[in-house]
T-cell receptor, first 114, second 109 residues
Framework: DAGVTQSPTHLIKTRGQQVTLRCSPK?????VSWYQQALGQGPQFIFQ???????QRGNFPDRFSGHQFPNYSSELNVNALLLGDSALYLC?????????????FGPGTRLTVL | GQQLNQSPQSMFIQEGEDVSMNCTSS?????WLWYKQDPGEGPVLLIA?????ELTSNGRLTAQFGITRKDSFLNISASIPSDVGIYFC?????????FGAGTTVTVRA
């Protein structure tokens, strides 16, 4: 039973560039949530996707956007990268929109912006 | 937004010790969750608490849901080296989890 997978593992970009991160949910899950974890902090909710639509969004600017595909996998896109976007980006999957206590996290993508 | 405060921020443990950490919130939660994060990994759910006053164990871990529903604590008994990591409390809200800043547990040399 495959867990949540994310790619790439690490990524280095420069300011102003754009980045796309990918997530495949745990088998049987249909909902994907994205979190940003800055160094020394807890994860912060970015948004959740269910049925290919953004269902809820945290306090992040429009530079952060996402997509969910028919196979439930998801992408997180960040445009016009800032130094402050350097963080670990976590994907969590669950079954059903709004479900929170049954979210399973992937290993994350470490993004460094220079 | 909901603010979760964890203490202590960090702690050093000696193998065999019992350790305790807690989490307080500015808001009431109907569920409290405790996660552990190892280096290079995502958070893994340790214990979920669903009822005020509830005391739940998972092996050497014990967590309690405070009566006021604004706090929770986690105890680790007879700590072992693999207990090192970052422990987070989290409260579920609409579609999302709100996390504390974590308690970092390190083995004392």
């Amino acid at each position: 039973d495959a867990g949540v997978t994310q790619s790439p593992t690490h990524l280095i970009k420069t300011r102003g560039q754009q980045v796309t991160l990918r997530c495949s949910p745990k088998s049987g899950h249909d909902t994907v949530s994205w979190y940003q974890q800055a160094l020394g902090q807890g994860p912060q909710f970015i948004f959740q996707y269910y049925e290919e639509e953004e269902r809820q969004r945290g306090n992040f600017p429009d530079r952060f956007s996402g997509h969910q595909f028919p196979n439930y996998s998801s992408e997180l896109n960040v445009n016009a990268l800032l130094l402050g976007d350097s963080a670990l980006y976590l994907c969590a999957s669950s079954l059903g929109a709004g479900s929170t206590d049954t979210q399973y996290f992937g290993p994350g993508t470490r993004l460094t912006v220079l | 937004g909901q603010q979760l405060n964890q203490s202590p921020q960090s702690m050093f443990i000696q193998e065999g010790e019992d350790v305790s950490m807690n989490c307080t919130s500015s808001s009431i939660f109907n569920t409290w969750l405790w996660y552990k994060q190892d280096p290079g990994e995502g958070p893994v759910l340790l214990i979920a608490l669903y009822k005020a006053g509830e005391l739940t164990s998972n092996g050497r871990l014990t967590a309690q849901f405070g009566i006021t529903r604004k706090d929770s604590f986690l105890n680790i008994s007879a700590s072992i080296p693999s207990d090192v990591g970052i422990y987070f409390c989290a409260g579920p809200g609409d579609y999302k989890l709100s996390f504390g800043a974590g308690t970092t547990v390190t083995v004392r040399a």
